[in-house]
Structures are given as C-alpha cells and as structure tokens.
C-alpha cells in the first residue's frame, strides 16, 4: 500500500517526466535539427502549413510562390515551429530519397493502411517489400496487362450500354465520378480475381460491399485514431468495427476463391498446356509456388493482403483519373472532338475485344489518346504527395543551391544533412505542375505538349515513371501504371465514340485531397464526392 507521500512522489515524478519529454520535443530537438537551419516559411508557435501544401485550392500556387522565395529545397511546418519538414523540388535529392532504402513509409501511414491491408505491401519495408514485391512483379508484366485489355473494354461496353439507357429515360446529367468508380470497381474484380461484382447493374455484391465500406471508411477515420491506433483495439468505434466486419467477408470469399484457384492451377500444370489462368491473383499465386526460395512464401492470408492493396491502391485512383479526364475534356470541347475524330476515323483500327494482344495494340495506336491520358494524369494525380522518414542521420545530394539561413550556401553537388527521424514531404503534385519543368502553361490541361516534351521533362533529368511523378518511382512506385493507363484508354475508346461531355451551366468543380485527391462541387461540398456532367448521345448532338 502507497503512503500519500510515496504517490504524491510517484505523480510528481511522472508529470516530471512528463515536462521533461515535451520540453524535449517542443524545444530542445528542434534546437539541433539540421532542418532549422534550412530556409522556408516560418509563422507563430504552433501554426502549421501542413494545409497549405496538401490542400489543393493552396499548394499550387503555394508551392511555386515559396520555390521562388527560399529555391528547391526548403522546409515548412508541420504540426509547429517545433517540427521540422523537408520539402524539395530538386530532383537530385529526390531521387536520392526515393530510391535509399534509408528513407521509408512513416511508421504512422503504415500502422493506419495496415488496418485495412494487414501484411499487405504498403506496409512493408527493408527485406519484406523486396520480396513481397518479387512475388508482385509477374502480375504487372506488360503482358499480363495485354491480356487483361479485353476484360477493360467489355466492362467499358458495360457501362456505355448502361449510360445508353439512362440517357433514354431523358437523364441527361450523370455524376460520372460515382458511375466509372462502379464500372472500374468491376473491371478490377474481374482483373484481379476473375469475380464478377455486377456493380454496374447494382450494388448488392457482398465482397464489393466489404471492399467499398472499408475504403469508404479508411477516408473517414480520425487523426486521433490514426496517431494513436491502439485506441481502435482498447476502444474500437463504428468505423474501426465496420473495417472489422469487412476485412472478415473480404477474408471469408477470399479463401475460397484462392482454394479454388489453387486447384485449377495445379491441374491445369498438370496438363500439357501449363496454367492459362491470367487474372492478377493467379499470377500472385503461381508468382509465389514457384519463388526459388521455398522457405519464404505468403501465406493465403498474405496473398489476400496483396489483393486488398491492389483494390485499395489501383481501383479508385483509376476511377478518379478517368473522371478527372472526363471533366478536362469537358472544359476543352475542341480536345474532345479531335479525340473522338482519331477514335472514329475511317483508318482508325477496329477495335475488339476478343484478341488480347491487337486490343492492346489498337489503344497504343491512338497518339492524342495517349497524350490526353498523360496530361490528365499529370494534372490531376489522385495521390498528392508522399511522405518518407529518415530512419538514420543522413547526407541529401542537391543539384541546386541551398542558401541556409546563416548565409552558408551549399553548392550543387554538396549535401544538406538530415537527422534520424525527419520527415521528407515528396511533392507528387508540385512535381507535376513545376514550371521549371513543364514550361510556363504548366496548370494548363495541353496534351499536344507530349507531342514534344521540353528535355526537363524527360529521362535521365525526369525519372518519373511514364514521364510523370503520378506514379513515383524507386523500389516503392506504383507497379499498376500500365494498368491505369491500358484501363483509362479502353474506357476512353469505347465512351467517347457514343457520348459527348459538358459542363452544366454555372457548376465549378473543386478537388478535395483526403486519401486520394477527389472532385466535389462548389458551393455543394456537403454533398460529397461527385463530378455531375451533361452527357450527350454523338448521334443526337450530330443529327445525320
Ligand atoms: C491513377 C492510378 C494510380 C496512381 C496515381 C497510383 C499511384 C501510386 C503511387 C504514388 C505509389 C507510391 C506510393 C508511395 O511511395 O508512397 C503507388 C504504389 C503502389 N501502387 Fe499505384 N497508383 C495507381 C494505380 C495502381 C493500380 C491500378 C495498381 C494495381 C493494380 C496499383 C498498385 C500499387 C501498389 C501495389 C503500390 C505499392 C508499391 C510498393 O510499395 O512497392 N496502383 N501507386
């Protein structure tokens, strides 16, 4: 039993303790952090900027205002004064960034996404994310997305034919962020798992459900959840137990369709044709039967975890690009005509979707396509910006200078230095809109500019993955940039021949950034996500 002295000590010691620790964080760290000594913007004690750089009606012009002030590398603030954060535009360091095995995922982001995608990739590091990532690499060959390019077209056919009819009930505005996000959530079952949600037909389907709820949710979750995650095993509220209940159906279907899997492949290797099946999961599975290292292989639970990352990662992003595409050519009524003219041209090749390779080959034929989809990725990438710890102290290469805030400059070719525990901001967006980079009509949506490309733009000064930082690139970029791309082209080929798209009078679309960058309408944010455009039959636009 305590005696009221020996708790008023215990208390005292632990408030001590206490004071000691925030004293440390808030003062004395920030004293000798290498950062300080970086130029940037500064403001009062606890102001952040943290909205200003990720929040899209800013970061735009906030980045290119603070490039100018304090040059490419440079610091802001992040929850305070007190901390600390790296942003750069310099691509040296960079790539430096990106590609050292020193700098990974804030332990934060991979806790949060863990919840969702348990062991899946995203939440991996060092020895783990190298051969997770191994196993990953044969379902995102280039011929693996050939083959998936009949299962994008036919859902693409699914969804005009459903447009077809709404449009015969005299609907002629049609919110085409929620109707591609169902159609590609199909293409996506289909893709990665040869399942059919019938999501274009309605939303019943008890595994697109789950999938649908738990990312729903993951959007809504709180910072106090997401800092501190263990209050979702003491305490778990409705979104912690729905992303519960979800995992559970997503692990109950899951099982059996890997069993079944399994069995059709090992009779199918059986039989003197070898494994035809070509759907990503698999692909994952064969991928991981044959891993020469037989005493590392995922488990079922982990191959399902690969397949939420896949949905998680590949299936609203595509979604969201497609409609930001939508919307672009919305605004640039010219763009759009001259893209269906190239679509539908006498010489044009004839579209199927029955051949995998010429399927493939038809979309790759189509210059403006490509150039449209490039643009649209370039100016509306659905993930803003990527953060990277320093998991020890360490020298940034710069190409440029940095003049620190004692004078010092450190030349090109020299090192800024950066301490264990420092937070890197990659800014995705930023990288996208530099006009350094892209020219001065870098905000301006202008396909013909990947006609001829300024140098800055392109390998080696631009590592990007397809020419964009959409993707990044490294040992952690987006594996499935083939597949959006392929994915975005057969929705494009098959819609834009049958529709024309405009913006409703008086509407201004706003992009809102949560884990993805969406589109909502001004003045009706409260009304979510949604990008409501008047859409047109060709045939009634162009009466013969
Ligand atoms: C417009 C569409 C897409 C965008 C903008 C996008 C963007 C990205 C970015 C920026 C990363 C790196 C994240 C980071 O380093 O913090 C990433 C990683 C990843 N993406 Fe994508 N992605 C897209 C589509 C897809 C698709 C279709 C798939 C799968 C079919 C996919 C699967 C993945 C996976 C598995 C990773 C993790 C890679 C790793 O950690 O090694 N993505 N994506």
């Known amino acids: 039993m305590l005696t009221p002295l020996a708790l008023l000590l215990a208390v005292a010691l632990l408030l001590g303790r206490g004071l000691v620790w925030i004293v440390n964080l808030l003062v004395v760290l920030p004293l000798f952090d290498p950062l300080r000594k970086l130029p940037g913007p500064t ?34 603030h992040g929850s305070g004064k007190f901390d600390y954060r790296l942003m750069t535009f310099d691509l040296r360091a960079v790539s430096h960034i990106l590609m050292s095995s020193i700098y990974q995922k804030p332990r934060v982001t991979r806790t949060f996404l863990s919840t969702m995608l348990g062991k899946g990739i995203f939440t991996t590091e060092g020895a783990e994310h190298t051969f997770q990532r191994k196993i990953i690499g044969p379902a995102f060959t280039l011929q693996s997305i050939k083959t998936l390019t009949p299962i994008f077209l036919r859902t693409a056919e699914e969804l005009r034919d459903k447009w077809e009819g709404m449009l015969s009930n005299r609907q002629e505005t049609i919110d085409v962020c929620h109707w591609i996000s169902r159609a590609t959530f199909d293409a996506f079952g289909m893709a990665c798992l040869t399942y059919n949600f ?10 697109y459900l ?58 199918q290797k059986l039989s003197s044709n070898g ?46 690009s497609l409609s930001w595409c939508l919307y672009f050519l919305a605004l640039h009524p010219d763009i759009q005509t001259h893209l269906r003219e190239e679509l539908t041209h006498p010489t044009a090749p004839p579209q199927s979707s029955n051949s995998e390779d010429r399927a493939y080959d038809v979309l790759d034929s189509f210059s403006l396509l490509d150039s449209v989809v490039r643009e649209t990725l370039r100016l509306a990438p659905p993930v803003h910006g990527t953060l990277r710890v320093a998991t020890q102290n360490d020298l940034i290469p710069v190409s440029e200078p940095v003049v620190l805030t004692n004078g010092t400059v450190v030349s090109p070719g020299e090192h800024i230095k950066i301490r264990k525990g ?43 993955l397809a020419n964009l930082m959409t993707f990044s690139f490294g040992p952690n970029s987006c594996p499935g940039y083939r597949f959006t ?44 996500v949604q990008l409501p455009l008047i859409v047109k039959r060709v045939d009634e636009c162009n009466p013969a």
């Open 198 to 207: 019938c999501s274009i037909h309605g939303e019943t389907e008890e595994l």
């Open 275 to 320: 494994p035809t099946e070509k759907d990503l999961l698999s692909l994952l599975i064969q991928s991981n039967i044959c891993n020469d290292d037989s005493t590392k292989t995922l488990s079922d639970p982990d191959l399902l975890d690969q397949i939420s990352s896949f949905f998680f990662a590949g299936s609203d992003t595509t979604a969201l």
């Open 43 to 76: 403001g009062p004690f606890f102001f952040s900027h943290i909205q200003r750089v990720v929040d899209p009606d800013f970061s735009a012009t906030q980045h290119e205002e603070w490039k100018k002030q304090y040059g490419k590398t440079f610091r802001y």
């Open 210 to 267: 789950a999938f649908r709820r738990m990312f729903d949710l993951a959007d809504k979750k709180g910072i106090l959840r997401i800092l501190i995650p263990m209050l979702d095993k003491i305490w778990p509220d409705k979104i912690a137990r729905s992303v519960l209940e979800s995992r559970q159906v997503i692990y109950a279907t899951g099982r059996r369709l890997i069993s079944d899997k399994k069995s059709t492949i090992l009779d």
């Open 422 to 464: 420092s937070i890197i901001h990659i800014p995705i967006e930023g990288l996208n809109f530099a006009k350094d980079i892209w020219s001065e009509d870098a905000l301006e949506f202008r396909p013909d500019r990947w006609n001829s490309l300024p140098p800055a733009a392109q390998p080696p000064h631009f590592p990007g």
């Open 485 to 528: 791309i392929t994915e975005m082209k057969a929705f494009l080929s098959t819609i834009l021949p049958r529709f024309t798209f405009a913006l409703p009078e008086g509407q201004s679309i706003g992009k809102r950034n949560g884990l993805f960058t969406r589109p909502f309408v001004r003045g009706k944010s409260k009304m979510g």
